[in-house]
C-alpha cells in the first residue's frame, strides 16, 4: 500500500515497529498458561478475555455496578425458570413407563452415573447410599411388570462395573419418564428448548415431581449427605447431559434425513474424492 499508493520507491521494513503485535501475542499466551504453542480455540477466548477487560477499562464501570447488574439477570433468570418448572410440573401425566430393555440400560446408566458422582466427590457417604455393595441380585420395578432390571449389567460385567442402590435407580428410572414425558410432548419440548439453562431447568423439574407419587411409586424423599452433597440434583444433572446428546443426535439425524438433497451432493461427493485416491 505504501509503495502502491503513497509513491514511496522503496521501503525498509526493519524500521518498522511490531513491538505492538508482539504485545498482544504475549497478553494471548499469558492468558492460556504461559503456552508458547497456543492454539485457535485458545486465541479466540483469550481475545473475548482482552475484549471484556477493555470493555471495562474505558467504560468506566466499578465492580459493584457490575455485580449489581449480574446479581439482577440472575435473579430475572431464575424467577422465569421457576415459573416453567412449575408449568412443565403441572402438565406432567407421569403415564411413561420402561420396557425391558430401557430398564436394563437405566440400571447400567446409574451405575455409571452412580460411579461419577462418588469420583467427583470422593464422599464416603455418597457412595454408600448411591452404590451397592458386592453382588446384587436382579431389581423387580414392578409387581405388574415381569422383568428385571439388572440382567444386562450381570451379562457384561466383569468386576469391574458399579451397581446402584435402590435408591439410585429409582431415581434415574423417574428422570427417564419424567424425561421422556417432556420429549413425547412437543409444547414441553419447546419450554424445555428455550430456556437458557436447559440441565438447570430439568433439575428443577426433577426436584419438584419427585414429591409427587405417580402411578404406586414412592415419592423419592431428598438425599442430602453429611458433607452436604444433593443426590437428587447431581444424578438428575448428569442423567440430562447423557439423554441431552441422544437427543442432539436426534434432532442432527432428522435435519439431515429432511435435506435428502443436499446430503446426496456430499455422499457423491465423498465418493467421488474416494474413488479418485
Same mark, same amino acid.
Given at each position: 500500500?505504501?509503495?502502491?499508493?503513497?509513491?514511496?520507491?522503496?521501503v525498509?521494513?526493519?524500521?518498522?515497529?511490531?513491538?505492538?503485535?508482539?504485545?498482544?501475542?504475549?497478553?494471548?499466551?499469558q492468558?492460556?498458561?504461559?503456552? #508458547?504453542?497456543?492454539?485457535?480455540?485458545?486465541?479466540?477466548?483469550?481475545?473475548q478475555?482482552?475484549?471484556?477487560?477493555?470493555?471495562?477499562?474505558?467504560?468506566?464501570?466499578?465492580?459493584?455496578?457490575?455485580?449489581?447488574?449480574?446479581?439482577?439477570d440472575?435473579s430475572?433468570?431464575?424467577?422465569?425458570?421457576?415459573?416453567a418448572?412449575?408449568?412443565?410440573?403441572?402438565?406432567?401425566?407421569?403415564?411413561?413407563?420402561?420396557?425391558s430393555s430401557?430398564?436394563?440400560?437405566?440400571?447400567?446408566?446409574?451405575? #455409571?452415573?452412580?460411579?461419577?458422582?462418588?469420583?467427583?466427590?470422593?464422599?464416603?457417604? %455418597?457412595?454408600?447410599?448411591?452404590?451397592?455393595?458386592?453382588? %446384587?441380585?436382579?431389581?423387580?420395578m414392578?409387581?405388574?411388570?415381569?422383568?428385571? /432390571?439388572?440382567?444386562?449389567?450381570?451379562?457384561?460385567? *466383569?468386576?469391574?462395573?458399579?451397581?446402584?442402590?435402590?435408591?439410585?435407580?429409582?431415581?434415574?428410572?423417574?428422570?427417564?419418564?419424567?424425561?421422556?414425558?417432556?420429549?413425547g410432548?412437543?409444547?414441553?419440548?419447546?419450554?424445555?428448548?428455550?430456556?437458557?439453562?436447559?440441565?438447570?431447568?430439568? %433439575?428443577?423439574v426433577?426436584? *419438584? /415431581?419427585?414429591?409427587?407419587?405417580?402411578?404406586?411409586?414412592?415419592?423419592?424423599e431428598?438425599?442430602?449427605?453429611?458433607?452436604?452433597?444433593?443426590?437428587?440434583?447431581?444424578?438428575?444433572?448428569?442423567?440430562?447431559? %447423557?439423554?441431552?446428546?441422544?437427543?442432539?443426535?436426534?434432532?442432527?439425524?432428522?435435519?439431515?434425513?429432511?435435506?435428502d438433497?443436499?446430503?446426496?451432493?456430499?455422499? *457423491?461427493?465423498c465418493?467421488?474424492?474416494?474413488?479418485?485416491?
Open positions: 500500500m505504501i509503495i502502491d499508493r503513497r509513491s514511496f520507491n522503496y525498509l521494513l526493519g524500521h518498522l515497529q511490531s513491538d505492538a503485535i508482539e504485545r498482544r501475542f504475549g497478553w494471548l499466551r492468558l492460556s498458561g504461559a503456552n #508458547y504453542y497456543i492454539s485457535t480455540r485458545q486465541v479466540l477466548e483469550s481475545d478475555k482482552i475484549r471484556a477487560l477493555s470493555l471495562l477499562k474505558f467504560s468506566k464501570l466499578c465492580l459493584c455496578e457490575i455485580d449489581e447488574a449480574i446479581d439482577r440472575s430475572e433468570t431464575d424467577t422465569a425458570s421457576d415459573i418448572a412449575d408449568s412443565i410440573v403441572d402438565a406432567l401425566q407421569f403415564d411413561c413407563f420402561p420396557s430401557d430398564a436394563n440400560i437405566i440400571y447400567y446408566v446409574s451405575g #455409571y452415573i452412580a460411579r461419577s458422582i462418588v469420583r467427583s466427590t470422593r464422599c464416603d457417604y %455418597c457412595k454408600e447410599s448411591l452404590i451397592a455393595p458386592g453382588e %446384587c441380585e436382579s431389581i423387580e414392578d409387581d405388574s411388570l415381569d422383568y428385571s /432390571a439388572a440382567t444386562f449389567l450381570n451379562s457384561i460385567n *466383569r468386576g469391574g462395573l458399579a451397581r446402584p442402590t435402590d435408591f439410585t435407580f429409582s431415581l434415574t428410572v423417574h428422570c427417564w419418564r419424567v424425561f421422556q414425558e417432556i420429549k410432548q412437543s409444547e414441553l419440548l419447546e419450554r424445555l428448548l428455550h430456556e437458557p439453562n436447559q440441565q438447570s431447568l430439568f %433439575c428443577k426433577m426436584d *419438584r /415431581a419427585n414429591c409427587i407419587q405417580t402411578c404406586g411409586y414412592e415419592p423419592i431428598t438425599n442430602i449427605c453429611i458433607a452436604g452433597h444433593d443426590s437428587i440434583v447431581l444424578i438428575a444433572r448428569r442423567f440430562f447431559n %447423557c439423554v441431552a446428546k441422544n437427543l442432539v443426535k436426534e434432532f442432527t439425524n432428522n435435519a439431515n434425513q429432511s435435506g438433497s443436499s446430503s446426496a451432493k456430499r455422499k *457423491r461427493k465418493m467421488k474424492l474416494s474413488s479418485c485416491i
